[in-house]
Protein backbone atom coordinates (compact mmCIF):
# COMPACT_ATOMS: atom_id res chain seq x y z
CA UNK A 1 0.00 0.00 0.00
CA UNK A 2 1.01 3.59 -0.31
CA UNK A 3 2.35 5.21 2.55
CA UNK A 4 3.44 9.20 2.32
CA UNK A 5 5.00 11.10 5.61
CA UNK A 6 2.52 13.48 7.10
CA UNK A 7 4.31 16.99 7.34
CA UNK A 8 1.43 19.28 6.39
CA UNK A 9 -0.23 21.06 8.93
CA UNK A 10 -3.47 20.82 10.11
CA UNK A 11 -4.55 23.93 8.59
CA UNK A 12 -3.96 23.31 4.76
CA UNK A 13 -7.76 21.01 4.63
CA UNK A 14 -9.06 20.24 1.77
CA UNK A 15 -12.51 20.96 0.97
CA UNK A 16 -14.74 18.05 0.65
CA UNK A 17 -15.35 18.13 -2.76
CA UNK A 18 -11.86 18.58 -3.84
CA UNK A 19 -10.90 15.74 -1.66
CA UNK A 20 -13.60 13.01 -3.17
CA UNK A 21 -12.00 14.14 -6.77
CA UNK A 22 -8.83 13.22 -5.59
CA UNK A 23 -9.86 10.18 -3.70
CA UNK A 24 -11.67 8.84 -6.94
CA UNK A 25 -8.37 9.82 -8.95
CA UNK A 26 -6.31 7.87 -6.99
CA UNK A 27 -8.90 4.64 -6.78
CA UNK A 28 -8.77 4.94 -10.47
CA UNK A 29 -4.77 4.87 -10.50
CA UNK A 30 -4.33 2.07 -7.74
CA UNK A 31 -6.92 0.14 -9.51
CA UNK A 32 -4.94 0.33 -12.77
CA UNK A 33 -2.17 -0.17 -11.04
CA UNK A 34 0.03 2.84 -12.12
CA UNK A 35 -0.05 5.32 -9.34
CA UNK A 36 2.49 7.92 -9.99
CA UNK A 37 1.45 10.54 -7.39
CA UNK A 38 3.02 13.94 -8.27
CA UNK A 39 4.53 15.93 -5.86
CA UNK A 40 1.12 18.27 -4.87
CA UNK A 41 -0.66 14.66 -5.26
CA UNK A 42 1.55 12.76 -2.62
CA UNK A 43 1.20 15.79 -0.17
CA UNK A 44 -2.64 15.70 -0.86
CA UNK A 45 -2.95 12.32 0.30
CA UNK A 46 -0.46 12.24 2.99
CA UNK A 47 -2.92 14.76 4.97
CA UNK A 48 -6.25 12.07 3.81
CA UNK A 49 -3.95 9.26 4.09
CA UNK A 50 -3.57 6.51 1.32
CA UNK A 51 -6.30 4.39 0.62
CA UNK A 52 -6.19 0.85 2.65
CA UNK A 53 -6.41 -2.62 2.03
CA UNK A 54 -8.36 -2.61 5.57
CA UNK A 55 -11.19 -0.38 4.36
CA UNK A 56 -14.69 -2.24 3.96
CA UNK A 57 -16.60 -1.59 0.04
CA UNK A 58 -19.56 -0.51 1.32
CA UNK A 59 -22.08 2.70 0.64
CA UNK A 60 -20.18 5.49 3.04
CA UNK A 61 -22.90 7.36 5.26
CA UNK A 62 -23.18 11.10 4.01
CA UNK A 63 -21.15 13.60 5.49
CA UNK A 64 -23.92 15.26 6.94
CA UNK A 65 -24.97 12.48 8.57
CA UNK A 66 -22.28 11.62 9.94
CA UNK A 67 -21.46 14.91 11.41
CA UNK A 68 -24.99 15.40 12.66
CA UNK A 69 -25.94 12.41 14.62
CA UNK A 70 -23.64 11.96 16.91
CA UNK A 71 -22.75 10.51 20.08
CA UNK A 72 -20.49 12.89 22.44
CA UNK A 73 -22.22 13.45 25.62
CA UNK A 74 -19.66 16.21 26.57
CA UNK A 75 -22.01 18.69 24.55
CA UNK A 76 -25.44 16.86 25.30
CA UNK A 77 -27.41 14.07 24.95
CA UNK A 78 -29.04 14.55 22.10
CA UNK A 79 -27.90 13.11 18.96
CA UNK A 80 -28.24 16.59 17.52
CA UNK A 81 -26.27 18.58 20.54
CA UNK A 82 -22.66 18.11 19.24
CA UNK A 83 -23.35 19.34 16.11
CA UNK A 84 -25.15 22.11 17.77
CA UNK A 85 -22.68 22.85 20.67
CA UNK A 86 -19.35 21.66 20.10
CA UNK A 87 -17.94 24.68 18.73
CA UNK A 88 -16.34 26.30 21.88
CA UNK A 89 -14.41 22.74 21.97
CA UNK A 90 -10.48 24.08 20.99
CA UNK A 91 -8.68 21.17 19.52
CA UNK A 92 -5.44 23.53 19.15
CA UNK A 93 -3.28 23.72 20.95
CA UNK A 94 -3.50 20.39 22.32
CA UNK A 95 -1.36 17.91 23.87
CA UNK A 96 -1.69 14.00 25.01
CA UNK A 97 0.23 12.77 27.72
CA UNK A 98 1.08 8.95 26.88
CA UNK A 99 2.24 7.89 30.66
CA UNK A 100 1.68 4.33 33.09
CA UNK A 101 3.66 0.71 32.34
CA UNK A 102 5.73 2.39 29.82
CA UNK A 103 9.59 2.62 29.38
CA UNK A 104 9.33 5.87 27.96
CA UNK A 105 6.49 8.37 28.99
CA UNK A 106 6.08 11.43 26.92
CA UNK A 107 3.90 14.25 26.52
CA UNK A 108 3.26 14.39 22.76
CA UNK A 109 2.14 18.14 21.28
CA UNK A 110 -0.55 17.17 18.51
CA UNK A 111 0.67 18.04 15.59
CA UNK A 112 4.00 15.44 16.78
CA UNK A 113 1.55 13.00 17.53
CA UNK A 114 -0.06 13.26 13.74
CA UNK A 115 3.35 13.07 12.29
CA UNK A 116 4.62 9.91 13.83
CA UNK A 117 3.45 7.43 11.45
CA UNK A 118 2.26 7.65 7.76
CA UNK A 119 -1.66 7.83 7.93
CA UNK A 120 -4.02 5.57 5.55
CA UNK A 121 -8.01 5.94 5.00
CA UNK A 122 -9.69 3.14 6.22
CA UNK A 123 -13.65 2.84 5.49
CA UNK A 124 -14.90 1.14 8.61
CA UNK A 125 -18.39 0.58 10.05
CA UNK A 126 -19.16 2.22 13.50
CA UNK A 127 -22.01 0.31 14.87
CA UNK A 128 -23.33 2.03 17.60
CA UNK A 129 -24.63 -0.38 21.14
CA UNK A 130 -27.84 1.43 20.63
CA UNK A 131 -28.57 -0.07 17.14
CA UNK A 132 -27.78 1.97 14.72
CA UNK A 133 -24.77 2.05 12.25
CA UNK A 134 -22.59 4.13 9.89
CA UNK A 135 -19.64 3.55 7.59
CA UNK A 136 -17.02 6.29 7.70
CA UNK A 137 -13.50 7.24 5.79
CA UNK A 138 -11.68 7.76 8.98
CA UNK A 139 -7.96 8.93 8.94
CA UNK A 140 -5.33 7.64 11.11
CA UNK A 141 -2.51 5.80 11.35
CA UNK A 142 -2.17 2.22 13.67
CA UNK A 143 -2.55 2.93 17.58
CA UNK A 144 0.66 0.09 17.64
CA UNK A 145 2.78 2.93 16.12
CA UNK A 146 2.39 4.93 19.19
CA UNK A 147 2.70 2.36 21.42
CA UNK A 148 5.97 1.28 19.84
CA UNK A 149 7.13 4.49 20.74
CA UNK A 150 6.90 4.81 24.22
CA UNK A 151 7.24 1.13 24.54
CA UNK A 152 4.74 -0.86 27.39
CA UNK A 153 6.66 -2.32 30.33
CA UNK A 154 6.28 -5.92 30.61
CA UNK A 155 3.95 -5.16 33.32
CA UNK A 156 1.07 -3.53 30.71
CA UNK A 157 -1.67 -5.67 29.92
CA UNK A 158 -4.25 -2.72 29.40
CA UNK A 159 -4.84 0.89 28.25
CA UNK A 160 -6.78 3.50 29.21
CA UNK A 161 -8.30 6.74 27.22
CA UNK A 162 -9.24 9.97 28.93
CA UNK A 163 -11.13 12.58 27.29
CA UNK A 164 -11.02 16.02 27.90
CA UNK A 165 -13.42 17.60 30.42
CA UNK A 166 -13.44 20.77 30.54
CA UNK A 167 -16.55 22.63 31.77
CA UNK A 168 -15.68 25.93 29.97
CA UNK A 169 -15.77 24.02 26.89
CA UNK A 170 -18.23 21.61 27.02
CA UNK A 171 -21.47 21.83 28.35
CA UNK A 172 -22.11 18.52 29.05
CA UNK A 173 -19.64 17.95 31.83
CA UNK A 174 -21.99 19.76 34.14
CA UNK A 175 -24.50 17.31 34.22
CA UNK A 176 -24.26 14.00 35.87
CA UNK A 177 -25.41 11.64 33.20
CA UNK A 178 -21.74 9.85 33.17
CA UNK A 179 -18.86 10.85 35.61
CA UNK A 180 -16.25 13.08 33.90
CA UNK A 181 -13.67 12.79 32.24
CA UNK A 182 -15.28 10.19 30.07
CA UNK A 183 -12.55 6.86 29.85
CA UNK A 184 -12.72 4.24 27.90
CA UNK A 185 -9.95 1.10 27.85
CA UNK A 186 -8.75 -1.60 26.05
CA UNK A 187 -6.78 -4.79 26.42
CA UNK A 188 -3.41 -4.39 25.41
CA UNK A 189 -3.53 -6.87 22.61
CA UNK A 190 -6.60 -5.60 21.56
CA UNK A 191 -4.61 -1.89 21.68
CA UNK A 192 -2.17 -3.70 19.22
CA UNK A 193 -4.36 -5.04 17.10
CA UNK A 194 -3.90 -3.43 13.55
CA UNK A 195 -7.37 -2.29 13.03
CA UNK A 196 -7.24 -0.44 15.97
CA UNK A 197 -6.68 3.41 14.56
CA UNK A 198 -5.64 5.86 16.34
CA UNK A 199 -7.83 8.39 14.54
CA UNK A 200 -7.39 12.16 13.22
CA UNK A 201 -9.49 12.72 10.33
CA UNK A 202 -12.70 11.90 8.54
CA UNK A 203 -12.97 12.28 4.91
CA UNK A 204 -10.17 13.64 4.27
CA UNK A 205 -9.83 16.46 6.65
CA UNK A 206 -9.31 17.00 10.02
CA UNK A 207 -11.70 15.78 12.53
CA UNK A 208 -14.76 17.56 13.03
CA UNK A 209 -15.46 18.75 16.59
CA UNK A 210 -18.36 16.91 17.34
CA UNK A 211 -16.55 13.59 16.04
CA UNK A 212 -13.78 14.28 18.59
CA UNK A 213 -11.28 16.76 17.32
CA UNK A 214 -8.21 16.58 17.19
CA UNK A 215 -7.18 12.97 18.28
CA UNK A 216 -10.02 9.71 18.81
CA UNK A 217 -9.41 5.98 18.91
CA UNK A 218 -11.24 3.53 16.33
CA UNK A 219 -11.77 0.27 17.37
CA UNK A 220 -14.06 -1.03 14.97
CA UNK A 221 -15.28 -4.63 16.10
CA UNK A 222 -16.63 -3.02 19.39
CA UNK A 223 -19.73 -0.96 20.02
CA UNK A 224 -18.99 2.72 19.26
CA UNK A 225 -18.59 3.97 23.22
CA UNK A 226 -15.20 2.14 23.16
CA UNK A 227 -13.94 4.79 20.46
CA UNK A 228 -13.18 7.95 22.79
CA UNK A 229 -13.26 10.89 21.43
CA UNK A 230 -10.68 14.25 22.10
CA UNK A 231 -8.24 12.35 24.59
CA UNK A 232 -5.59 13.88 26.51
CA UNK A 233 -4.34 11.35 27.88
CA UNK A 234 -3.66 7.56 27.57
CA UNK A 235 -2.03 5.28 30.02
CA UNK A 236 -0.97 1.90 30.33
CA UNK A 237 -1.89 -0.08 33.32
CA UNK A 238 -1.66 -3.79 34.80
CA UNK A 239 -5.07 -3.80 36.09
CA UNK A 240 -8.21 -3.21 34.07
CA UNK A 241 -9.09 0.30 34.70
CA UNK A 242 -12.85 1.50 34.94
CA UNK A 243 -14.82 2.56 31.78
CA UNK A 244 -17.66 5.80 32.10
CA UNK A 245 -20.13 3.51 30.79
CA UNK A 246 -18.81 0.56 32.70
CA UNK A 247 -19.36 2.82 35.77
CA UNK A 248 -22.73 4.33 35.25
CA UNK A 249 -24.32 0.61 34.32
CA UNK A 250 -22.40 -2.31 34.52
CA UNK A 251 -25.23 -4.62 34.13
CA UNK A 252 -25.35 -2.75 30.44
CA UNK A 253 -22.27 -2.00 29.22
CA UNK A 254 -19.41 -4.71 30.24
CA UNK A 255 -15.71 -3.82 29.62
CA UNK A 256 -15.25 -5.74 26.08
CA UNK A 257 -18.52 -4.94 24.61
CA UNK A 258 -17.52 -6.40 20.98
CA UNK A 259 -20.40 -6.44 18.79
CA UNK A 260 -21.90 -9.77 19.06
CA UNK A 261 -25.23 -10.20 17.78
CA UNK A 262 -26.11 -13.01 20.05
CA UNK A 263 -26.02 -11.08 23.01
CA UNK A 264 -28.60 -8.54 23.34
CA UNK A 265 -28.52 -5.71 25.68
CA UNK A 266 -30.96 -6.30 29.11
CA UNK A 267 -33.46 -3.71 27.76
CA UNK A 268 -33.37 -4.76 23.66
CA UNK A 269 -31.38 -6.88 21.09
CA UNK A 270 -28.40 -6.31 19.19
CA UNK A 271 -29.23 -8.78 16.38
CA UNK A 272 -30.00 -6.34 13.73
CA UNK A 273 -28.67 -2.49 13.15
CA UNK A 274 -30.55 0.60 11.17
CA UNK A 275 -28.23 2.13 9.09
CA UNK A 276 -28.14 5.68 8.88
CA UNK A 277 -29.04 7.35 5.87
CA UNK A 278 -31.08 4.50 5.24
CA UNK A 279 -34.17 5.00 7.10
CA UNK A 280 -37.82 4.60 5.85
CA UNK A 281 -40.03 2.17 7.00
CA UNK A 282 -40.13 -0.20 3.86
CA UNK A 283 -36.03 -0.87 4.70
CA UNK A 284 -35.01 -3.83 6.23
CA UNK A 285 -32.93 -3.80 9.01
CA UNK A 286 -29.43 -5.19 8.71
CA UNK A 287 -28.62 -7.92 10.25
CA UNK A 288 -25.44 -7.02 13.11
CA UNK A 289 -22.77 -9.28 12.15
CA UNK A 290 -20.17 -11.34 14.85
CA UNK A 291 -17.64 -8.48 15.74
CA UNK A 292 -18.91 -6.04 13.77
CA UNK A 293 -18.04 -8.18 10.44
CA UNK A 294 -14.24 -7.87 11.68
CA UNK A 295 -14.50 -11.96 13.21
CA UNK A 296 -11.86 -12.67 10.52
CA UNK A 297 -9.54 -10.21 12.08
CA UNK A 298 -9.94 -10.67 15.21
CA UNK A 299 -12.12 -13.36 16.85
CA UNK A 300 -8.18 -15.07 17.21
CA UNK A 301 -7.91 -12.34 20.20
CA UNK A 302 -11.17 -14.13 21.93
CA UNK A 303 -10.59 -17.85 21.65
CA UNK A 304 -11.67 -19.69 24.79
CA UNK A 305 -13.37 -16.68 26.03
CA UNK A 306 -17.03 -17.02 27.24
CA UNK A 307 -18.38 -13.95 25.67
CA UNK A 308 -20.93 -14.24 27.22
CA UNK A 309 -19.92 -13.46 30.41
CA UNK A 310 -17.24 -11.14 28.79
CA UNK A 311 -19.50 -8.98 27.28
N1 LIG B 1 -15.55 11.43 24.99
C1 LIG B 1 -16.57 10.77 24.42
N2 LIG B 1 -16.30 9.84 23.48
C2 LIG B 1 -17.31 9.16 22.90
C3 LIG B 1 -18.66 9.37 23.28
C4 LIG B 1 -18.91 10.37 24.28
O1 LIG B 1 -20.06 10.63 24.68
N3 LIG B 1 -17.84 11.04 24.81
N4 LIG B 1 -19.68 8.63 22.68
C5 LIG B 1 -19.32 7.34 22.10
C6 LIG B 1 -20.38 6.71 21.34
S1 LIG B 1 -21.68 6.07 22.24
C7 LIG B 1 -20.33 6.56 19.97
S2 LIG B 1 -21.52 5.67 19.13
C8 LIG B 1 -19.25 7.20 19.18
C9 LIG B 1 -19.87 8.10 18.11
O2 LIG B 1 -18.88 8.64 17.27
P1 LIG B 1 -19.28 9.64 16.09
O3 LIG B 1 -20.18 10.69 16.68
O4 LIG B 1 -18.00 10.20 15.56
O5 LIG B 1 -20.02 8.81 15.06
O6 LIG B 1 -18.37 7.99 19.98
C10 LIG B 1 -18.04 7.43 21.25
N5 LIG B 1 -17.03 8.23 21.91
MO1 LIG C 1 -22.73 4.57 20.85
Known sequence: ???????????EITPYAVYQQRRAFVQAAVAAGVLMP???EAAAMALKGAPSSYSVPEKTTSFDDATHYNNFYEFGTDKSDPARHADTLRPAPWTVRIEGEVAKPRTFDIDDLRKLAGMEE???RLRCVEGWSMVIPWVGYPLVQLLKQVQPT??????EFTSLADPKQMPGVRSSVLEWPYTEGLRLDEALHPLTLLTFGMYGQVLPNQNGAPVRVIVPWKYGFKSAKSIVRIRLTEKQPNTSWNLAAPGEYGFYSNVNPEVDHPRWSQ?????IGEDGIFKPKRKTLMFNG???????LYT????????
Open 304 to 311: GMDLRKFY
Open 294 to 300: YADQVAG
Open 38 to 40: TLS
Open 122 to 124: RVY
Open 1 to 11: MLKFKSDIPAS
Open 271 to 275: ATERR
Open 154 to 159: GNAKYI
